[in-house]
């Protein structure tokens, strides 16, 4: 594939831990991506099975992969740090070892952030299958829940569920970055069962978002969710412990908007407000955003 050096650099960090099952699906429809100038960070977090072998594979055909192996299981957040840490591309995405994306993904994402200097994260309408890849439902940000039409507070204020039933813009986590911004933001992504709403829920004080109305990225969802596949991860203990289970995710929000070097001064005003949706949220849907 031609490596189209006259755009771009795009990384992609995919951290894995016992991928076997999905992990060839997830490299082929990245490989096959039309935007060639990329590179294809894999953090294995010493997974047990396979997913080593299997990646070492693919190593040998294609040059712009590369497998690292942590010998030890250092954490989810760990894993996902890590793969950012290791990227020098101008714009940045998590691939999760279980999902597809289409081969325009990153072109489509990447022409919204080449047009909106302005705009720090772009995604596309997703679809949802289970494991074994059966249609489920489609999410979608159209409407009057476009990001392109909504201003920072409109856009929290869907976040934290303001008004009406969640929306899953915290599917902006599988979204393309501006590398830099991300770096800059990524000491707020908390090692927590809700930490990719409370981390998209601050980068919409912080930047605009971008969105392609199209299904480029195919997303499994799992029987189990993340915190009973793993575990021995720190957000298992989180999940479960009810005094911190609401209240706990809404103070580490407020936390971030007031910390953050990246929200203006008169958007850390909506800290309050953010906290005490994502304490309303949390407690009515009772279960992860």
Same mark, same amino acid.
């Given at each position: 594939?031609?490596? +189209?050096?006259?755009?771009?650099?795009?990384?992609?960090?995919?951290p894995?831990?016992?991928?076997?099952r999905f992990?060839?699906?997830?490299?082929?429809?990245?490989?096959?991506q039309e935007?060639? +100038?990329?590179e294809?960070i894999?953090?294995? +977090?010493?997974s047990?099975?396979?997913?080593?072998?299997i990646?070492?594979?693919?190593?040998?055909?294609?040059?712009?992969?590369q497998?690292?192996?942590s010998?030890? +299981?250092r954490?989810?957040l760990?894993?996902?740090?890590?793969?950012l840490? =290791?990227? /020098?591309?101008?714009y940045?995405?998590?691939?999760?070892?279980?999902?597809m994306?289409?081969?325009?993904?990153?072109s489509? =994402?990447?022409?919204?952030?080449?047009?909106?200097?302005? @705009?720090?994260?772009?995604m /596309? @309408?997703?679809?949802?299958?289970d494991?074994s890849g059966?249609? =489920?439902?489609?999410?979608?940000?159209?409407?009057?829940?476009?990001p392109?039409?909504?201003?920072?507070?409109?856009?929290?204020?869907?976040?934290?569920?303001?008004?009406?039933?969640k929306?899953k813009?915290?599917?902006?986590?599988?979204?393309?970055?501006?590398r !830099?911004?991300l770096a800059?933001?990524?000491? &707020?992504?908390e090692d927590?069962?809700?930490?990719?709403r409370?981390?998209?829920?601050?980068?919409?004080?912080a930047?605009?978002?971008r969105?392609v109305?199209?299904? =480029?990225?195919i997303?499994?969802?799992?029987?189990? /969710?993340?915190? !009973?596949?793993y575990?021995d991860?720190n957000?298992?203990?989180? @999940?479960? !412990?009810?005094?911190?289970?609401s209240?706990?995710?809404?103070?580490?929000?407020?936390r971030a908007i007031?910390?953050?070097?990246l929200?203006? &001064?008169h958007?850390?005003l909506?800290a309050?407000?953010?906290?005490w949706?994502?304490?309303?949220l949390?407690?009515?849907?009772?279960k992860?955003?």
């Amino acid at each position: 594939m031609m490596q +189209n050096y006259d755009k771009p650099l795009v990384s992609i960090g995919l951290p894995v831990y016992n991928g076997e099952r999905f992990i060839r699906q997830a490299l082929d429809s990245l490989l096959a991506q039309e935007y060639g +100038n990329f590179e294809l960070i894999v953090s294995d +977090n010493a997974s047990a099975d396979r997913t080593g072998e299997i990646c070492q594979q693919y190593i040998l055909n294609d040059k712009r992969i590369q497998y690292l192996r942590s010998e030890t +299981n250092r954490g989810g957040l760990w894993n996902f740090k890590r793969t950012l840490e =290791l990227a /020098s591309g101008t714009y940045f995405m998590w691939a999760a070892h279980d999902d597809m994306w289409l081969p325009d993904f990153v072109s489509s =994402l990447a022409a919204e952030l080449e047009v909106d200097p302005g @705009a720090g994260i772009a995604m /596309s @309408a997703t679809q949802i299958v289970d494991q074994s890849g059966k249609y =489920l439902r489609t999410v979608r940000f159209d409407g009057d829940n476009n990001p392109n039409l909504l201003n920072h507070f409109q856009l929290l204020l869907r976040l934290i569920g303001w008004g009406r039933a969640k929306t899953k813009y915290n599917f902006y986590i599988y979204g393309l970055f501006r590398r !830099e911004l991300l770096a800059r933001a990524i000491g &707020f992504l908390e090692d927590t069962y809700v930490g990719d709403r409370l981390f998209i829920s601050h980068m919409a004080l912080a930047t605009r978002f971008r969105y392609v109305d199209r299904l =480029l990225y195919i997303r499994t969802e799992q029987a189990l /969710s993340p915190y !009973e596949r793993y575990p021995d991860e720190n957000f298992a203990r989180l @999940a479960h !412990e009810p005094l911190w289970r609401s209240l706990k995710p809404a103070l580490q929000l407020g936390r971030a908007i007031v910390n953050s070097r990246l929200v203006p &001064f008169h958007r850390k005003l909506y800290a309050p407000i953010a906290m005490w949706g994502m304490l309303r949220l949390l407690m009515r849907v009772g279960k992860p955003a």
